[in-house]
């Protein structure tokens, strides 16, 4: 992190959000007070050289919560100090070295978290608090001259929409996948001959480009949106939700039925046997023996679905789809380092989000059956 924020720009500083911005250091926004700044660092520093006990531990997430929380409001601080003095079209966004520091101050606490804490609850709970400082100086107004802020700000029903679309994406591919994919995965574990040929199709599916595939569904949805105008008018044509949604939900059964034959195989073969021993038909050994043993790891397979959805979903934007994929890109064509950032950064935050949420929901049921 020192040599991070010693070496490059913290901020960038630009006439408008069209031109290449000025570079800005640390030092050079440094004076008096404000040099204070790096003393959690410093102090992170000396802690690195103490014994790992639960005390410093705790000092460390605190110094590094401190720390990310200096480093924002500065920022921000900066950016309305320059728009104050420059033109109101101006743009001050974060740097390279504000961005590397920020993400190790959270690695560094993450760290010191699951040092000091084995429950998945409290990992997951400290862990987000990190966020709630930075989160008030939004909700303060002490950000709002970034440019990142003036490009929401500018976009924000474009955004709220985007939002929309994206969790629609994500919701509309888990619900298929899960009625197609659990009772292929049931097939292919009671009828093990079925394994083989379901995996080499279902691997040949995922090892297709996601562009190529979104590209190869246009045209027959297409032509039977032209031939069966019914299917148009229940939007189903060659580009839009329709593909994204087909391709999303090809590209999700892997994962999932490999996770359910998974789980169901290493249920005890000891506890199907007094299940049926005590009476039960097979779908009740299913549902109230294998399917409770087997559920964490379906849903770790589940958990992969849901974050690599959200990721794809991105790409659906080339064909219509939405969501903040139709940001991202039309931020590329305008060279707006900005506009990517306001559909990069939430597609990142709800994908930690949902893996984080699988992850704690995962670490119950395992602490259920301990």
Not at 20 to 31: A, C, K, N
Request: aromatic content about 6%; some cysteine; overall charge positive.
């Amino acid at each position: 992190m020192l040599i991070a924020i010693s070496t490059l720009p913290f901020l960038t500083y630009a006439a408008n959000r069209l031109v290449s911005g000025q570079p800005l250091t640390l030092w050079s926004l440094l004076d008096g007070v404000n040099s204070l700044l790096l003393l959690p660092l410093l102090l992170l520093l000396l802690l690195a050289w103490r014994p790992v006990t639960r005390g410093n531990l705790a000092l460390v997430v605190i110094l590094s919560e401190i720390l990310l929380t200096l480093l924002v409001a500065f920022s921000g601080h900066q950016a309305t100090t320059l728009a104050q003095q420059g033109s109101p079209l101006a743009r001050t966004s974060f740097g390279s070295g504000l961005w590397l520091a920020a993400a190790l101050c959270l690695l560094i606490a993450a760290d010191a978290l699951a040092r000091a804490t084995r429950s998945a609850f409290w990992r997951l709970l400290l862990n987000a608090q990190m966020w709630l400082p930075v989160i008030a100086l939004l909700l303060l107004g002490q950000l709002d001259q970034l440019a990142l802020l003036k490009e929401y700000v500018n976009r924000r029903e474009v955004f709220d929409q985007a939002l929309s679309r994206h969790l629609l994406l994500l919701l509309s591919t888990l619900l298929p996948t899960l009625l197609l994919g659990l009772p292929l995965g049931l097939l292919c574990y009671r009828q093990p001959r079925w394994q083989s040929s379901v995996f080499a199709l279902l691997n040949i599916i995922q090892t297709v480009p996601s562009v190529a595939l979104f590209g190869l569904l246009i045209a027959p949805l297409a032509g039977l949106a032209k031939s069966f105008p019914l299917l148009a008018d229940i939007g189903i044509s060659g580009i839009g939700m329709a593909p994204a949604l087909i391709a999303l939900v090809l590209y999700a059964l892997l994962p999932l039925v490999r996770s359910v034959v998974a789980g169901l195989q290493q249920v005890p073969a000891g506890v199907i046997e007094t299940a049926r021993g005590m009476g039960m038909t097979r779908m009740q050994v299913f549902w109230h023996a294998e399917a409770p043993l087997a559920l964490p790891v379906m849903l770790s397979g589940l958990r992969v679905v849901a974050v690599q959805t959200v990721g794809i979903a991105v790409i659906a934007a080339l064909i219509g789809a939405g969501g903040f994929g139709a940001i991202i890109f039309q931020g590329l064509l305008s060279s707006a380092l900005e506009l990517v950032l306001l559909g990069v950064i939430p597609v990142i935050a709800m994908a930690v989000v949902v893996d984080a949420l699988f992850k704690f929901v995962i670490s119950l049921l395992e602490a259920e059956r301990r």
